[in-house]
């Protein structure tokens, strides 16, 4: 298994940025594809950003696609979501994950595995 922390949400102005850690222990944690979903108050699980298990592929929701980065440093079993420019719609519990994806009927799916407690963003407007 994997165990997953993450942390650096808060409380932030529309505009403004804010970077997404999330600490791993448990199994190696560069053999697992790695991401972020959101889920709002009252609303289904969103997905947000994915990396691959060296680093590359990336993928992002069009709903943050231009305004957020995701990355991983294996050496520090971390990812990390940096989103700018957040807006109300932003708010949500944000967790990590260990994703897999494929693509299927013209779309990617993403498969999530293990994931954290996760850490709440809210954006003031």
């Known amino acids: 298994q994997v165990q997953l922390v993450e942390s650096g949400g808060g409380l932030v102005q529309a505009g403004g940025s804010l970077r997404l850690s999330c600490a791993a222990s448990?199994?190696?944690?560069?053999?697992?594809?790695m991401g972020w979903f959101r889920q709002a108050p009252g609303k289904g699980r969103e997905f947000v950003a994915a990396?691959?298990?060296?680093?590359?592929?990336?993928h992002y929701a069009d709903s943050v696609k231009g305004r957020c980065t995701i990355s991983r440093d294996n050496a520090k079993n971390t990812v990390y979501l940096q989103i700018n420019r957040l807006k109300p719609e932003d708010t949500a519990d944000y967790y990590c994950?260990?994703?897999?994806?494929?693509?299927?009927?013209?779309?990617?799916?993403?498969?999530?595995?293990?994931w954290g407690q996760g850490t709440q963003v809210t954006v003031s407007s």
């Open positions: 994950a260990t994703v897999t994806w494929r693509y299927y009927g013209g779309s990617w799916i993403y498969d999530y595995h293990y």
């Open positions: 448990g199994r190696t944690f560069s053999g697992y594809g």
């Open positions: 990396i691959g298990d060296g680093g590359d592929g990336t």
